[in-house]
Each structure stands twice: as structure tokens, then as C-alpha cells.
């Protein structure tokens, strides 16, 4: 393949782990030089604008460049390569090739979405890769990498970065580009716990009560599509769960919030002539 990004700036197809991508220079911008044939790796890249008065000689040196902190190494350096995503993701792909369920190390429930989702012929929107291997990550860390001795250093540093950032909550970010289906992507999170919650009751790796925090109130409304009772919900419209399935889904307890409700309140006395005043 010899295209440019500017003659063809979209080399992948939604719905297939992507293998091509555009070389960009040390500001990250687009080269117009033939991609390459491989997924890019996890890096963290901010754009540096160019200045709009470039001098020659000595004054080039001083156009700004990306300063990542102590992790960098040399003056040059440019990228801080996320190590340990490449690293889950190189785990991954193996894992995902894996041809047969009984393989997976997953429960029959988790085999059962999987399938589902990587092979189901859908009659309106088929999950895009990206959605299917952010809920694929997690279920791989949770039921798969959880239970085997040679994932213990991923786990380790996770449970380490939790524990500067807060360590009285593990967390795990998924982070997905603007349009990418988040919504989805939650909603096949809830199924897959859910499910598994319902159908084994007695393991500590699963839940059927969630606390979903929007941004705001236009947020929230949209993400009413992740209660099951709501007409329109994900679970049915979007066909994330066989139908032996939906009756599993409706036993989640959801509640959806703004994040506004955990700001403190202030408090204030009031005098018996004002509480009067502000009855009704």
C-alpha cells in the first residue's frame, strides 16, 4: 500500500482489529509517506502548534516541544510509549485467537456473550472492534489474568497505580475516542456482570448494583438507555445479549447520577423568621 494520508486518511474498517497506520512526525502530524503495516502502538502524544515566526539558525532550537517529565528520556524523546497497554494488548491478541471457548479460561456466561458479540449477524449496529476490546480488557484482567500466576506483574502495577491515586478504590479507565460508543461499551460491561451475577451467585467477581456519574443532566438522560426498563435500552435495541438472556439483565439494580450530588452542601442557620419565610 503506497497511499498517503492525505489521499486515503481512514485505512481500517470499524468492526476489525486494526493493522495500518499513518507514521507521524516528532509534532504529530501526519507524514505523506506510506503507512505502515502494523496497529500503532499506545502512546501518549500531544500536537506541538508551530510557531507562526519561524527564524533560522539558532532560534529553531527554541520552538517548543513536549516536555513529558522525569519519564522521558533525552531531549529529543518525544513519546511516552504506554508500556503496559501494549503489553495487555500483546496478551490479548493471543487470547483472542484462541479458536475454542473452553480455551478462554472464562465462564460458560462470559464464552457466551463473547460469542455474541464477535459472530453474531446483527440486524442494526454491530459492535466496532474497539468496543468489543475495551469489554474484552476487562474481562480478561478479571476473569482470566486474575487467576494465572504469569499475569502477576500487570496486576501488580495496576493495584500500585491505584493505590497513589486512591487507595481506598481499585479502579480500571478505559479510555475511547469521541463517537467511539461508550455508552455501548457500559452497557456491555453491565450485561457481562450481570449475567454472570445472576447465573453464579456465590463469586466475588461479579455485581449486579451499579453507580453510573455523568457530567451532567444532558448526559444523564442519554444514559437512560442503560436501565432494562427503559423502552429503548441497549440490551434489546443494540442486541447485546441473546434472548435466553434478557430476563438475567433485568435483576441489575442501576442508578444513574450527577456528579454535582456528591458536592459538599452548604449549611447555614437560619433564624425562625426566615424558615417561615421560605415555607410555602
Known amino acids: 500500500m503506497s497511499t498517503s494520508f492525505f489521499e486515503r486518511p481512514i485505512l481500517n474498517s470499524p468492526y476489525a482489529a486494526p493493522n495500518w497506520h499513518h507514521q507521524l512526525d516528532t509534532n504529530g502530524q501526519p507524514q505523506n509517506l506510506p503507512p505502515v503495516n502494523k496497529r500503532r502502538p499506545s502512546e501518549e502524544i500531544t500536537p506541538v502548534p508551530q510557531s507562526k515566526k519561524r527564524k533560522s539558525g539558532a532560534d529553531v532550537a527554541s520552538t517548543p516541544t513536549l516536555d513529558l517529565g522525569a519519564e522521558t528520556a533525552g531531549d529529543q524523546q518525544k513519546y511516552d510509549v504506554n508500556q503496559l497497554v501494549n503489553e495487555v494488548r500483546g496478551h490479548m491478541e493471543s487470547w483472542r485467537a484462541l479458536k475454542n471457548p473452553q480455551d478462554w479460561r472464562v465462564t460458560p456466561a462470559t464464552a457466551r456473550l463473547l460469542t455474541h458479540w464477535r459472530s453474531y ?60 460508543g461508550k455508552t455501548t461499551v457500559m452497557a456491555m460491561l453491565i450485561a457481562w456482570q450481570t449475567v454472570n451475577s445472576v447465573r453464579s451467585p456465590g463469586s466475588d467477581k461479579f455485581s449486579r448494583g451499579f453507580l453510573i456519574v ?67
Open 214 to 280: 455523568a457530567p451532567g443532566i444532558t448526559i444523564k438522560d442519554r444514559l437512560r438507555v442503560l436501565l432494562p426498563e427503559d423502552t429503548d435500552n441497549y440490551y434489546r435495541t443494540r442486541e447485546l445479549l441473546p434472548a435466553d438472556m434478557m430476563p438475567d439483565i433485568a435483576k441489575a439494580k442501576i442508578v444513574i447520577t450527577n456528579y454535582h450530588a456528591f458536592k459538599l452542601r452548604e449549611t447555614m442557620e437560619v433564624s425562625k423568621t426566615g424558615r417561615a419565610l421560605a415555607q410555602p
Open 121 to 180: 449477524n446483527f440486524q442494526n449496529q454491530r459492535p466496532f472492534f474497539c468496543q468489543i476490546e475495551a469489554a474484552e480488557t476487562l474481562i480478561w484482567l478479571t476473569e482470566v489474568a486474575r487467576g494465572e500466576k504469569k499475569y502477576k506483574s500487570i496486576l501488580d502495577r495496576l493495584e500500585a497505580a491505584n493505590k497513589d491515586a486512591n487507595p481506598e478504590i481499585f479502579r480500571l479507565a478505559l479510555k475511547m475516542a469521541t463517537g467511539s
